[in-house]
Every structure is written in C-alpha cells, then in structure tokens.
C-alpha cells in the first residue's frame, strides 16, 4: 500500500527531531513577529489619553481633552479590524502561495505602516486622526498574516514531542511585546519630561501640554518597525516549511532537501511515493468531507477563540479602574501631559510584569506535560471564577481598603487567559487541520477571535459605563455597569469552558495523524475508489 504524509521520511525525521539550534532559531525569527505584533496593537492604548490632551485640550474647561468616544474606538479599533482581514487573507494566501513568501509581505506592511502610523500629520485634529486609522487599519492587516503564518510554519517544523511548547514560546513572546511597549514608553516619557519640564493642568491650562509632547507619541508608535525590520533578513532565510513543499507543492526531493541542511543529515527524496498517494484526502475547504471530518473542530477552535477574546481584550477597559483606584493614576487635572503617559505606562508595565508574561511560560512550560485540552479547560474555568470572584462582591471590592484583593484577584484572571486559552486557542488549529488548508483554517479561527475582540474592546467599553447616565465618561451613554459586564464576561467563559469540548487533543500526535493525512494514504492507494467532485473541490 502507499503510504503519503505520514511515510514521507522527511516529515519522520521533522517528527522525530532532537531539539537543536534551528528549533530555537525559529522560535526567535517567528516569535520577533508576535512580540512586533503586541507592541504595535498594545501601545496605542497608552498613548490615547496623551492624544486627547494634544489635539482636542479646551484650555477654558478645568479637565484636559480626551478623544471624543467615536474617535477613541476608532483610533484603539481600527488595528483591530485590520487585523481580521489580514487573518483571513493572508492565511487563505499562505495555503496557496506558500508560508515563506507570504511571510516576508507581512512584515514589510508592518514595517512601512508603523513608520507611516507616526508620520500621520494633518492640519486638523480630525485630519491627524483619520490619518493616523488609516495606516494603523493597515498595520493590522500585516499584523492579521503573522498569526496563521507564525503558527503553521512553528508546526511544521516543530518534533511531535516538544512542538506544543515551541508553537506556545512563539506566541509568548507577545507577552514580551507587550512589557517592551509599557517600557519604551515609560523610557521616552521620562526622557522628554526631564529636558521639558510642565507644570500640572490645574496649576496652568496652557502649559501642561508643551509642544515636544506630540513628538513623544510619534516615536513610540514609529519604534514598533525596529523589531520587525531586524528579522526581514532572517525570515528570508529560513527554508520552506518542508510539509508544505511536500504535501502541498508536492515536491518531494526539495523538502528532502531543505530538511537535510536544516538537520544536517540525509534525508532519502521519495517523490515516486508522494506521486502514489497523489488524490488522496484531496478535499477543499467546502466540501462535504472537510464538514464531516474537521467541521466541528473548525467551530470548537473559531468559537472558544472568540469567546476567549471577548474576555481577554474587555479586561484591558478595567485597568484603568485598577489604576485610579489603588493611586498609580491620579485625576487628570492634577499632572501635566507627559507625567500622565508616564503613569500609565508604568502601570501597565507592572500588572504585564506580575501577571501577562508570567502566564505565556506557564503554558510553554507544562503544554507538553498535561495537554492542551486540560490546560484550555482549566484556564476557562478559573477566569470564570475569578470573574465572579470580582463581580458578586463587587461593592466590597471598590470599598476603601479592600483595593489590593480585587488588583489580585484581576491579576489572576490575565495569568489563567494566557495559562489558557489565549495560548491554547493559537496552538491548536496549527496542529489539527490537513497541511493545504492549515494556515486558511488557522486565519478563519484568528479572524473568528478578533471579532470578539472588537466586541471585546467596543462593546464593552460602552456596557461598562455607570447605569446612571450623569456618572458615565464624558460623551457616553448609560451602560449596565462594570458589575454587569463581569458577569456577561464569566459566562462568556464559562460558554467557552462548554465549547472546548468540540476540540481534540493533539499532544505527542503527528500532524498526519490529527489531520488523517496519514489514513487516508495508507486506507485508500490511488484507484481504491472514485473520487467525487465535492472531494477534489478546492478552496
């Protein structure tokens, strides 16, 4: 019988790989994209306030400007939406055109557009900001391609019995994005506030803001290319991804190739055996096949993404709750312009520090030991409690004297998201789909996640509001309520704690085995059976 995927002795060598330098160099080349891709989403949430101060300060009103609400979701949300499309395009690309090359597009978008976000000049508030969405819309459509893209190629050359923790060490380096962004801005504030020196906005209206201020934004966003641009060379370099020349480019004696100076051993080209299994598990996307055998696992993976993210990215509006009510932050009037940003950027850096990056090496660290089904339920399951945690007693937690359980107890919740399923949702569609369709289901899942990010991060910043319409932001509705939305977001959990369940375990299995690759070329030789068209149909 004919043995494709799994018989290939260049994908056996993959599988059974002793980790070496290439692993570990891979990590870096595909992690520097993920901590490039925090940074850029991340630090514009700790520039907004410096904005609304720059561009929309009434020097008559006793409270510097903020961003006009319809602004603020546009400037914060707009990456976001990019981001989307980015997923869906450039995986349904890196199927089709391979990871390398697709890979390469990405980051030079993420690299002109970080730049082009920071010279985002204008003659008008409205005009600086229109521009501003427009490249930062683009930004995070480059942004959107490194997901399917990071994850499918870690896999695909990962070993079956570490490769969890190397597609989780990928992905943990956003955690790194994200602490660099809190410090570079925290750096750069400091900088500029020592050489221009302003009083606070109470103390003089006109002052507060000094001219420099609006350079300081500039920098920090433009700073996001550096890490990018480093890597170009190095992602140019590394080989195909050998599954993907073999089983999808079909170029058996090229993987073999690209593997044995990657391996540094020889490997046997067998493309007369890839040629024999050639019709094999050929189904597309939309066929009734894929609906039978990955159909429910396309939904686990899309839905708990998105449930995951409704949470994850809703948490952020909290900080600032956390932030004022524990003193890190005091009352806008009360600093100047650049002792603001400095505030919050130190703030973030510290709940990053204690919380975020400390979840990401959890999941690298025990992914292989107890399995990603485990790890996803577990982490759904304690932010749910957390959540719950915070809302039941919410009154007690924002009583005088009581701050420090509730900053624990939302520390928590970050720690089990990425000791969850803010690591788990990425790993696994990388690992559980057929190799021509990977990186097009793994955008479909990452595209799935950040609608509920946009839900996240939008709806919520409206739902959040006090009910009583004279409390809310200025330029907000009444909403139901920071205690409301913990406990819309615990059940989001919890629903996701239900839908993982659709999701297999892919721990210490090949990739030919989780996809079926591998049964359906030994099962079904060529001529076995007609093949029907819903099967041959491609994406």
Not at 253 to 267: G, R
Not at 369 to 392: D, K, P, S, W, Y
Request: with cysteine.
């Amino acid at each position: 019988m004919a043995r494709g995927g799994d018989g290939l002795q260049v994908l056996s060598a993959l599988d059974a790989a002793k980790t070496q330098w290439y692993h570990f160099t891979a990590i870096i080349v595909a992690g520097m994209g993920f901590f490039t891709d925090a940074y850029d989403l991340f630090c514009i949430s700790l520039v907004t306030k410096l904005l609304g101060r720059i561009y929309y300060t009434d020097t008559s009103k006793d409270s510097p400007g903020s961003l006009p609400p319809n602004v603020a979701a546009a400037v914060n949300g707009v990456a976001f939406c990019g981001t989307l499309a980015g997923q869906l395009f450039f995986g349904w690309l890196g199927d089709k055109l391979g990871r390398k090359s697709v890979y390469g597009m990405t980051l030079m978008v993420m690299v002109i557009c970080s730049v082009a976000s920071g010279l985002s000049f204008g003659h008008t508030p409205t005009g600086v900001m229109a521009t501003l969405c427009f490249f930062r819309f683009w930004l995070g459509f480059g942004i959107g391609g490194d997901y399917p893209l990071s994850a499918t190629i870690m896999s695909e050359y990962a070993n079956k019995r570490t490769r969890g923790a190397f597609i989780a060490a990928v992905f943990a380096m956003q955690g790194f994005g994200i602490l660099a962004g809190g410090i570079v801005t925290l750096v750069i504030s400091a900088a500029f506030r020592a050489a221009y020196p302003s009083p606070a906005y109470r103390d003089d209206h006109f002052t507060s803001t000094v001219p420099q201020a609006d350079i300081v934004w500039r920098v920090i966003v433009m700073l996001g290319a550096a890490p990018a641009l480093l890597t170009y060379y190095w992602r140019m370099k590394m080989p195909e991804t050998a599954r993907y020349t073999a089983l999808v480019a079909k170029n058996a004696k090229q993987a073999a190739a690209d593997m044995s100076k990657v391996l540094h051993t020889e490997i046997v080209d067998e493309q007369e055996k890839l040629d024999a299994a050639e019709g094999a598990n050929s189904f597309g996307l939309f066929s009734r096949e894929f609906a039978r055998r990955h159909g429910l696992h396309l939904v686990g993976t899309a839905t708990t993404w998105f449930l995951l993210d409704i949470a994850f990215y809703s948490q952020n509006l909290f900080q600032k709750d956390i932030f004022t009510s524990i003193n890190w932050i005091p009352k806008a009037n009360t600093m100047s312009a650049l002792e603001e940003v400095y505030r919050i950027s130190r703030a973030q850096t510290l709940i990053a520090l204690c919380g975020t990056v400390p979840g990401y090496w959890f999941t690298v660290a025990l992914i292989d030991v107890v399995g990603r089904f485990a790890i996803q339920l577990l982490g759904f399951f304690m932010m749910t409690v957390f959540m719950l945690g915070l809302a039941i007693p919410y009154h007690h937690w924002t009583t005088p004297g009581n701050h420090i359980g509730f900053v624990v107890m939302y520390a928590f919740t970050f720690f089990f998201a990425n000791f969850g399923p803010n690591s788990t949702t990425f790993i696994v569609p990388a690992e559980i789909f057929p190799a021509r369709l990977r990186s097009t289901c793994h955008g479909i899942s990452a595209a799935s996640g950040k609608a509920g990010a946009i839900i996240g991060a939008f709806g919520f910043l409206y739902a959040a509001q006090n009910q009583d319409r004279s409390k809310t932001d200025a330029g907000y509705p009444a909403g139901i309520g920071v205690r409301n939305s913990l406990f819309v977001l615990a059940a989001s959990n919890m629903l996701g704690f239900v839908l993982t369940f659709l999701v297999p375990e892919s721990k210490g299995k090949s990739l030919e085995e989780m996809s079926g690759e591998a049964e359906d070329s030994e099962e079904e030789p060529v001529g076995a059976r007609a093949v029907r068209p819903s099967e041959t149909q491609m994406v």
